[in-house]
């Protein structure tokens, strides 16, 4: 089982856990194990097609899973995945 760290923009849809155990093989596993358990996240990590959305940075232990392969990255047992959504704004 992998761990995801939750950012705190996602805690109101997985009850405020900052962390939660998920099962998979790989990234994309991982992350839809995530949202079978806490579907409110469905919306927030997948686009309409399947694919990661755009403005969601996944990074398996320090590694942008993008510059890998992408939600195929094989996950291994004791792995982190941490969710950063991209962050915009100012002036």
Do not use: C, W
Not at 8 to 22: H, N, Q
Not at 39 to 51: H, N, R, V, Y
Request: aromatic letters at 4%.
């Amino acid at each position: 089982m992998a761990t995801v760290r939750i950012p705190p923009v996602l805690r109101p849809s997985t009850g405020g856990a900052k962390e939660v155990g998920a099962d998979g093989s790989n990234v994309g596993e991982v992350l839809r194990s995530l949202a079978d358990e806490h579907p409110a996240t469905q919306g927030q990590l997948f686009g309409d097609g399947g694919e990661l959305n755009r403005y969601v940075n996944v990074y398996l232990n320090d590694e942008d899973v993008r510059v890998l392969d992408g939600l195929e990255t094989t996950v291994d047992e004791g792995d982190v995945l941490v969710i950063l959504p991209a962050m915009a704004g100012g002036r």
